[in-house]
């Protein structure tokens, strides 16, 4: 290493922030998964009562909570690892969005593909993943 600018390492107050988004993170999908599965099995989604539909939208709440987590940790990023970390947003959202729309025209073709809306979010999320492994921003998050 020619200086300490070039080092690898993350400095303790990194580390801390880091550790912070993962405990938030896990915790939101925690009550995320904790709000949805009771949701699904008997919210009564497939019904005809109104209140169906604000069932559906509980799980919005911990969702919210996961968007502000992942947020803040943006804005803690330094210049270098916002610049790590932004292929892989930009892959991840591009690759939704294409799903989105290959899976908008099926449909219109009559193809029905059971839970459409749960394999954007995973071909989404899963490049974002796999961009990021490349990039060399999987630490950050």
């Known amino acids: 290493m ?3 600018l070039d080092m690898d390492d993350e400095t ?4 801390e922030l880091r550790r912070r988004y993962r405990r938030h993170i896990f915790a939101a999908t925690l009550v995320y998964v ?3 599965a009771p949701v699904a099995f008997w919210g009564g989604l497939d019904g005809t009562s109104p209140w169906r539909f604000v069932f559906a939208l ?21 210049e270098y690892q916002l610049r790590l970390a932004f292929p892989g947003v930009g892959a991840g ?17 009559g193809l029905t593909l059971p ?9 989404g999320g899963g490049t974002w ?5 490349f990039t060399g ?3 950050q998050f």
Not at 12 to 15: C, D, G, K, W
Not at 62 to 74: D, E, L, Q, S
Not at 129 to 133: C, E, F, I, K, L
């Open 58 to 78: 509980l799980p919005l709440l911990p969702a919210a909570w996961m968007f502000t987590v992942i947020v803040r940790r943006f804005r803690e990023l330094d």
């Open 115 to 123: 839970f459409t809306a749960w394999l954007i979010l995973f071909i």
């Open 137 to 139: 921003a999987s630490k």
């Open 93 to 109: 959202l591009a690759a939704a969005m294409l799903s989105s729309v290959t899976f908008g025209f099926l449909s219109l073709a």
């Open 129 to 133: 993943r796999v961009v990021n492994q």
């Open 34 to 36: 904790a709000v949805l």
């Open 2 to 4: 020619t200086s300490d």
């Open 12 to 15: 303790p107050r990194e580390q």
